[in-house]
């Protein structure tokens, strides 16, 4: 995204706010672009041109000059229809407040009074008499992004601030995420006053962050949140993870209620932050010949593999083998059927077939959204049921 070379992004903050040390420990990691980042990216190039297209700001054969080098699947095509519909409704009611309402797509946003060098860039920026609304497109569909005290939306709405404060008297400031893969829709409304007071507390923490001789780290929740780069090598990340030696792994009958909740809300942190380390550690071993005592750098494990199948299929059927005989036929799965057919042709064909079984119960956090079960009573249940029948 535009602002992802800013030494302290506001994509990032979440990290450098609560961990100042993060910032110059991450820059020893190179930066990488994973599928999904590109997948965002397209995502966002082609919402952005048909919020143009839409309001006119360019015409039809500027948007197929736009569009034309974008991987666009069926999904995303839906997906950024359903976006730009959103942001214009938005717009419209703004509108209906205000006359002289405006809209700018992709707004270079510019918070450096806050972060030194700070910039960044608002998806959609609505403007109306008193009230600005920042809408941030989020392509993701692992984890739903809320808008509630979300920094990267704070610093946008302080460069939107001070781009258009003046004309407009702003009084309230809205904050919107919306992440239409997973039907996430976030909105925060702060007063201006509230918002500044913020600013000022986070400048605090954005000099201290610009600091190249300090190294003080922070780990917490923000470390995983933010996908720090950081994390395989990071001291205070790991003596975070290490609490758990308290406990000796003694068997579960001799431990409290309290040490096995404690030992099982960090269980899944711990095992991603395992291999974090190892993949680090390999990295190492192979591009930078690093050597860890007790290990040595291998071979893995393959299995056999064809080098041409048809080469193979034309031989076996020239000796008398039939098609049937060496060809599996098999229905795609789920993913790559919705994929072939598009999410909504895939609803309408084939949506009456698909069915969700119950999943095994599994242990999760209270904040969890989903129903909590009552095994013994579910036992119960089903044993009845079998008797009756």
Known sequence: MPDAHAKLSA???????????????????????????????????????????????????????????????????????????????????????????????????????????????GDAVIISTGAIEIIDLKYGKGVPVSAINNSQLRLYAL??????????????????????????????????????????????????????????????????????????????????????AVYDFKPPEKLSVGEIVEIIDQADDLCKWAKLVKDYALDQAINNDVKFPGFKLVEGRSNRTYTNEEAIAKKLIKNGYSETDIYTKRLKGITDMTSLLGKKRFDQLLGEFIIKPHGAPTLVSVEDKREEINSVQKANKDFKEFIEK
């Open 159 to 244: 460069g939107a601030l001070d781009y258009y404060d003046y004309l407009y008297d702003i009084k309230t400031v809205t904050m919107t995420i919306y992440q239409p893969r997973i039907d996430n829709i976030s909105s925060e409304t702060i007063s201006v006053n509230e918002l500044y007071e913020w600013g000022r507390k986070a400048k605090e923490k954005a000099e201290l962050a610009d600091n190249a001789d300090n190294l003080e780290c922070i780990a917490g929740k923000h470390c995983d949140d933010g996908f720090c780069k950081a994390r395989p090598i990071c001291r205070a990340y790991a003596e975070q993870k290490q609490k758990l």
């Open 11 to 121: 994509s990032g903050s979440k990290k450098w706010l609560n961990c100042p040390g993060s910032v110059k420990l991450e820059a020893e990691f190179p930066d990488t672009v994973s599928q999904y980042a590109t997948e965002g990216t397209t995502a966002h190039a082609l919402g952005e041109a048909k919020l143009n297209l839409a309001l006119k700001a360019i015409s039809r054969v500027g948007y197929h000059k736009r569009t034309a080098e974008l991987n666009i699947t069926e999904d995303m095509d839906e997906y950024t229809n359903d976006y730009r519909d959103f942001v214009l409704e938005r717009f419209s009611e703004a509108l209906r407040n205000t006359k002289d309402a405006v809209i700018a797509i992709e707004r270079r946003l510019d918070f450096s009074a806050y972060v030194p060098n700070g910039f960044g860039t």
